[in-house]
């Protein structure tokens, strides 16, 4: 992202602020606020200048927007004291001119690190510490104005044996940089360092692959309460817990396990966001398009309904459409038969799906 995509993206802004002097009642982010509840998406500001369609449909159906690319450490300070707010800022401008809000994501993750960090994190605790320190400074004094809400530690918790990607060992907590820099108070730290930033930032710790009713699920939901309750009792401060929801058709969703889930969560205090919401279908489905929306939506509605009714007002999807879905992509996550996936509300067309159905109706409550 450099400043041609921000002019290029000033250029789309009256043209999209135009259109939405307010926002119509039959959209995804009219429909969630007339439930009092809020809906979005993760946004790519170089997809927001570079194509008037998706700016028209993510200023449209979005109220949230998670930079899915710009918010993280390789974008924001990719050298030492060398930082690059021209996309996030492009994404805050965006924004600002669609009456949206910005979520950050994310302060703390072990991926999209630059290597000067990698290097700094395994020089000593001291410097660890510093370099989280520093980078929380400027991101979120920079960014105060605009975002309230940040992921400050991103997937915190190890898989266990059985999951997609497990972690070898028996210890709950992800073996990443920061665990090894600074043991696993790394998560304190991190939330006390942003705190300590900004008394009024909501906290948010996000995590994945803790919504399925499989073994491995309920074990790792297990360990994350765990160390919410350790947080929580050491009066550290967190204000929310992000839900990433990256559903899993080949896995059985079950909303009894899960719903006891999120009400230990919420008695605990704590707000909760779906925060990355799509759909992997099995290899196994057909690549009959509309048995697979129809079960995609299904899935969505049931796993929506189970959250909303636990007390989750806010439903991020991780982008709008397939057409540039990382379902698509992502290696060991596209479907190996080279079918387009189909997890996100909108098509490559832009149209909208059953699943776009399946996350109104549920957001209506
Ligand atoms: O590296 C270029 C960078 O130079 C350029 O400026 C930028 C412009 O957009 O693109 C960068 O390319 C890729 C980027 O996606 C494009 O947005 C990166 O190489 C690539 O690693 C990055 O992948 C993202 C991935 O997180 C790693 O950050 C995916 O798009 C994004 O969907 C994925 O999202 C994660 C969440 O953050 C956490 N939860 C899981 C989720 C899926 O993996």
């Known amino acids: 992202m450099r400043r041609r995509t921000a002019l290029g993206l000033a250029a789309a802004l009256p043209a999209c602020a135009r259109a939405q002097q307010a926002p119509r009642p039959d959209t995804l982010r009219a429909i969630a606020r007339a439930a009092g509840r809020g809906f979005g998406a993760a946004v790519r500001a170089d997809l927001l200048a570079s194509d008037p369609a998706y700016a028209a449909l993510f200023a449209a159906e979005a109220e949230l927007l998670t930079p899915e690319w710009e918010g993280k450490w390789l974008a924001l ?4 004291g060398k930082f690059d707010f021209s996309a996030l800022n492009a994404i805050i401008a965006f924004a600002q001119a669609n009456r949206q809000r910005v979520r950050g994501h994310a302060l703390l993750w072990q991926e999209a690190i630059p290597p000067w960090v990698a290097t700094a994190l395994a020089e000593s605790p001291e410097r660890a510490r510093a370099v989280m320190e520093a980078h929380f400074s400027t991101v979120l004094n920079t960014t105060r104005a605009h975002i309230r809400d940040w992921d400050v530690v991103n997937e915190p918790i190890a898989n266990p044996a059985g999951a997609d990607v497990p972690q070898a060992g028996d210890n709950p907590m992800r073996d990443t940089p920061w665990f090894r820099a600074l043991g696993p108070d790394y998560v304190e730290i991190a939330l006390r360092a942003a705190r300590a930033q900004d008394a009024t930032l909501r906290l948010t710790l ?15 939901r297990t360990r994350l309460l765990a160390l919410l309750r350790r947080l929580l009792d050491r ?22 396990p899960f719903a006891r889930f999120l009400e230990q969560v919420r008695v605990m205090g704590l707000a909760i966001l779906i925060t990355e919401l799509d759909v992997r279908e099995p290899d196994t489905l057909a690549a009959d398009i509309p048995a697979r929306d129809a079960a995609v939506a299904e899935r969505v509605k049931l796993f929506l309904d189970t959250a909303i009714g636990a007390g989750c007002r806010t439903v991020i999807t991780w982008g709008l459409t397939d057409r540039n879905s990382w379902l698509g992509s992502e290696p060991g996550v596209a479907r190996p038969d080279g079918v387009a996936t189909r997890g996100l509300p909108f098509d490559e067309a832009l149209q909208r799906k059953p699943m776009w159905q399946a996350i109104a109706s549920a957001l209506r409550g």
């Open 77 to 80: 300070q990719p050298e030492e």
């Open 206 to 220: 996000n995590e994945y692959g803790i919504e399925e009713a499989t073994p491995d699920a309920e074990e790792k």
């Open 235 to 256: 009066n550290c401060p967190l204000d929310a817990l992000g839900i990433q929801a990256h559903l899993q058709m080949r896995k059985p969703f079950d909303p009894a």
